[in-house]
């Protein structure tokens, strides 16, 4: 299997970085600093006690490394408008698209009966970036895993080491089978699933509000969790997220405060969108809140705590040039 990793970050490099090591031949399409490390250095990954390297053809054109099996694209949601229309070379007629991403999908709503009208305008207006990677070729993943970059081409791993990969539509097919194959003997614990929206919803429902409050306030996830007001307005978007899950057939049997004490015991680290912001990268809050504001508009359930984090975490983030005006 050839493989494309669209985005050499944290996750991108993680990914890539296991995948080269097992024998899979993984390319990476990058940029700037990213893309001259990798040349230079190939794949480096630290975990543990551990530097595991592999080496990696890298370009930033993709019409360099040509069509491919599989292409994964695990860049953050701002650049996914970009990111999609350069793609074009490495699909073919087989390519597989496996979105390693944050938050909502682009694809999310299609082929969902409860979800009408078309795309979601926050994280792909116009239809733009589903036009350009049709729901066809899209397999569902979900990341459970804490990495970050320690350097332009040098990945952090941090704890967990999960992916769960499943087909939009549900059920099982021999694709979903072949990719989860071979992300395990890439030594990923990987989880086949035939409900990867829900997997999709329950990972947001536990990120949504401490991804960004934890951005807005500079405090690590346990230092939120420990404040009782700070917490009891997360477990109140928390609800509203929940609702409008079971509303959309991604019902969750857990309730805010046990998410909380799952999250409790990870410590005192710093989200991701925490770290963009430290680092001034633009955030991802389109994905993670506004797609679950657009939703529960659209199914008719009011969000005015949601709401209310959309609207300050936005601000927060346009003074600071980390989010469009």
Same mark, same amino acid.
């Given at each position: 299997m050839k493989v494309c990793i669209v985005g050499a970050g944290a996750v991108g490099g993680f990914i890539g970085a296991r995948l080269a090591a097992s024998g899979i031949a993984t390319s990476a399409l990058a940029r700037g600093a990213t893309l001259a490390a990798l040349r230079g250095h +190939? *794949? $480096?990954?630290?975990?543990? @006690? $551990?530097?595991?390297? %592999?080496?990696?053809?890298?370009?930033? @054109?993709?019409a360099e490394l !040509?069509?491919?099996d599989l292409v994964v694209v695990a860049v953050? +949601?701002? %650049?996914? !408008?970009?990111v999609a229309r350069a793609i074009a070379p490495l699909l073919g007629r087989d390519t597989i698209v496996l979105p390693a991403m944050n938050g909502v999908? *682009? *694809?999310?709503?299609? +082929?969902a009966s409860a979800l009408p009208g078309g795309?979601?305008?926050s994280v792909d207006p116009g239809g733009a970036v589903g036009a350009a990677i049709p729901?066809? $070729?899209? #397999?569902?993943?979900?990341?459970?895993?804490? /990495?970050s970059t320690l350097a332009p081409g040098i990945v952090q791993h941090r704890m967990g080491n999960g992916l769960i990969v499943g087909e939009p539509d549900g059920g099982t097919s021999a694709r979903a089978e072949q990719v989860a194959a071979v992300l395990g003997e890439a030594g990923f614990g990987v989880t086949l699933s035939n409900r990867i929206r829900y997997d999709i919803w329950y990972k947001l429902w536990g990120n949504m509000t401490t991804n960004p409050v934890t951005a807005m306030t500079g405090a690590t996830a346990d230092r939120l969790l420990d404040d009782p007001l700070a917490s009891a307005f997360c477990i109140a978007a928390m609800r509203e997220a929940g609702a409008i899950g079971a509303r959309i057939g991604c019902a969750i049997d857990e309730t805010p405060e046990d998410r909380h004490g799952v999250t409790r015991k990870l410590g005192a680290f710093k989200t991701?969108? #925490?770290? @963009?912001?430290?680092t001034g990268r633009p955030i991802e809050l389109d994905a993670i809140v506004g797609a679950v504001r657009e939703i529960g508009q $659209?199914? !008719?359930?009011? /969000?005015?705590?949601? @709401?209310?984090?959309? +609207?300050? /975490?936005?601000?927060?983030?346009?003074?600071?040039?980390?989010?469009?005006?």
């Open positions: +190939g *794949w $480096r990954l630290h975990q543990e @006690d $551990r530097l595991v390297q %592999a080496p990696v053809v890298a370009a930033q @054109d993709a !040509g069509v491919q953050k +949601g701002p %650049a996914l !408008g970009d999908p *682009w *694809w999310f709503a299609e +082929g795309p979601l305008d729901y066809e $070729r899209v #397999l569902g993943c979900v990341v459970h895993a804490s /990495t991701s969108m #925490l770290q @963009d912001v430290e $659209r199914v !008719g359930l009011a /969000t005015p705590n949601i @709401d209310a984090l959309f +609207g300050l /975490t936005r601000l927060f983030a346009r003074s600071r040039g980390l989010y469009p005006a």
